[in-house]
C-alpha cells in the first residue's frame, strides 16, 4: 500500500473515534461512507441524504442493491456535513479502481479488527486468501464462485491474479468484468459491502445485475457448475434459523437441508457446504475450502462424506492452519484442495498431501498475523502449475545426503493408507511438538497467554454445544 493510500486510510479511519460516541459502530461507519463516497454530493445534508437512500435503494441493477434498506446512521447534522467534507478534500475521480480498492480492503480489515462487532466472521486473512488463489491460478474466460463470500476477498484476489498474469483481450476483460464472478451472502449488511467493494475493484457497473444472491446458497441445487470454488464457510458447526413460538418469544431450530445431491443429510453446517461444493463443480472444477478441524476427523456423517469426497474427487492437498490467525478466536482449520471428476467405478483419490503449517508454528493476530510469505513454501511444495513434481520434505529416514527429515512440513499418504485410518480421518500430524519437551524452546509469554485464550474459547464453545444438544433432548 502506498503512502498516500496509507495516509487517506488514517485520515478516514479516524473520523470513526468521533462518530463512535454517537453510537455508529466500525460497520455503519464503513458503509455510510462508501454510500457518500459513491454519491459524491451531500447538499442540504441530513434530510436529503435520507430521501436519496430510500430513491437509491428503489432503482435496478447492482447500484439498487447496495442501497436497498440503507439508512442514515449518522444523526448529526454537523458530524455527517464534516465526513462530507473530509471526502471532499481528497481527488477520488482521479484515484484509479486500485488505489481506491485498496483503501476499501484496509478499512474492511480495520472494521474486522472490531471484535465486540463480530465483522471479523466475514473477513478472511488477505495472505491465507492470496495463497489459496496462487495455488489454483485462475484463468481468464472460467468462472469462479463464492458460496459464502462474505465481502469478496476471494473475488478480489482472483481477480487481481488474472489481471496481472494474462494481458486480456478486448472479451476477456469484458468476460472478467461481467462474467466470472458469482457468490452468495445472506447477511444483508455484509452482501453491502461485497457489493461495494466490487465496484470499487470495477468489477461490474452501477447499472448491471448483481452477481452476489441474498439466498441461502445450502437450500437447493442451482444447476449451476463453475471453473473454480474458493470459499471460507462461516464458522460454526450448526445450520439453524431463528422462529417465533406461540408465545411470541424467538427459539432457534436446527435445519437439515435434504438435497437429494447430498450423500447424508445433517445440520452440520460445514459438512453441508462440502457436500455442496462438490454439486457446484465442474467435472473439470478446482476447489479450495478453509474447514474446521471437525471436517477431517468428525465420525458418522462426517466418515460418510470424507469416504464419498475420497471416491467422487480427487482430494489431493491438505494445508493444516495455525491459530491466531483468524478474528474468531480458538478456531483450528485447514484448506482442503480437491478436483471435480466425472462419475466412476474406482476412487478418484489416490494420494493427499499434507503440509503441516501448525506444529511449532506461532501466530497472533497483532504481534505477528500472517503473512504471505509464511506460505511461500507450501506454494512451492504445491507446485501449481506441475503438481506430478512434487517432492516429500519428509522422510522416515535422514541420510546426511538427503534434504528430506522428519521434521519436514510436506508429506505423502496414499489412498490405502487413508481408507483404514479410524473413521477415515484427514487429521493428520507427524511433527513433534516442541514445546512440550522442550522448555527452552518455548514462546514468548504473550503467544502463550494467546494460545491460552484462544483453548479456552474452543472450549467453551464445545460446552456449549454440549449443552444445546442436552437441552434439545429435555425437550423430546
Known sequence: MSENTSGIVSK?????????????????????????????????LEIYYTVLLRELGKQKGILGQIFV???????????????????????????????????????????????????????????????????????????????????????????????????????????????????????SNTRRLCL??????????????????PNDSLIADDGKRYDYVLTNPPFGK????????????????????????FW????????????????????????????????????GTGETVRKKLLETTDLHTILRLPTGIFYAQGVKANVIFFDGKPASKNPWT???????????????????????????????????????KRKETWSEVVEPSRNPSPEGRWRKFNYEEIITRDKTSLDITWIKDKSLADLENLPDPDVIAAEIVENLESGLQSFKTVLSVLNENSKI
Not at 456535513?81 to 474492511?108: C, H, P, T
Not at 503449517?357 to 510469505?373: G, V
Open 12 to 44: 478516514v479511519w479516524s473520523f470513526c473515534h468521533t462518530l463512535r460516541d454517537d453510537g455508529v459502530g466500525y460497520g455503519d461507519y464503513l458503509e455510510q461512507l462508501w454510500e457518500i463516497l459513491v454519491l459524491k454530493r451531500g447538499a442540504e
Open 69 to 187: 434498506k440503507s439508512q442514515n446512521k449518522i444523526q448529526d447534522p454537523a458530524k455527517l456535513f464534516r465526513l462530507v467534507q473530509m471526502i471532499n478534500e481528497e481527488n477520488w475521480v482521479m484515484l484509479g479502481a486500485d488505489v481506491k480498492g485498496d483503501i476499501y480492503e484496509s478499512l474492511l480489515e480495520k472494521n474486522a479488527e472490531d471484535t465486540k462487532s463480530g465483522a471479523g466472521q466475514y473477513f478472511t486473512p488477505r495472505a491465507l486468501i492470496k495463497t489459496m488463489v496462487e495455488c489454483q491460478q485462475p484463468e481468464p474466460n472460467k468462472t469462479i464462485a463464492d458460496p459464502a463470500c462474505g465481502t469478496g476477498g476471494f473475488f478480489l484476489a482472483s481477480y487481481d491474479y488474472i489481471v496481472a498474469n494474462y494481458s486480456l483481450n478486448k472479451e476477456q476483460k469484458q468476460f472478467v468484468k461481467y462474467s466470472t464472478f458469482f457468490g452468495n451472502e445472506i447477511v
Open 196 to 213: 461495494m467493494n466490487l465496484f470499487l475493484h470495477n468489477i461490474g457497473d452501477i447499472g448491471s445485475e448483481s452477481v452476489i444472491s
Open 238 to 261: 450448526k445450520s439453524s434459523m431463528t422462529f417465533t413460538n406461540d408465545e411470541g418469544e424467538q427459539e432457534k431450530e436446527e435445519l437439515t437441508y435434504n438435497r437429494q445431491d
Open 264 to 299: 447424508a443429510t445433517t445440520s452440520n453446517k460445514q459438512l453441508n457446504f462440502v457436500q455442496h461444493i462438490r454439486t457446484m463443480l465442474k467435472t473439470t472444477g478446482k476447489a479450495a475450502v478453509v474447514v474446521p478441524d471437525n471436517v477431517l476427523f468428525e465420525g
Open 350 to 388: 489416490k494420494e493427499i498431501w499434507v503440509y503441516d503449517y501448525r506444529t511449532n508454528i506461532h501466530h497472533t493476530l497483532k504481534k505477528n498475523p500472517l503473512k504471505f510469505e509464511d506460505l511461500q513454501d507450501f506454494v512451492s511444495c504445491y507446485s501449481p502449475s506441475n503438481r506430478a
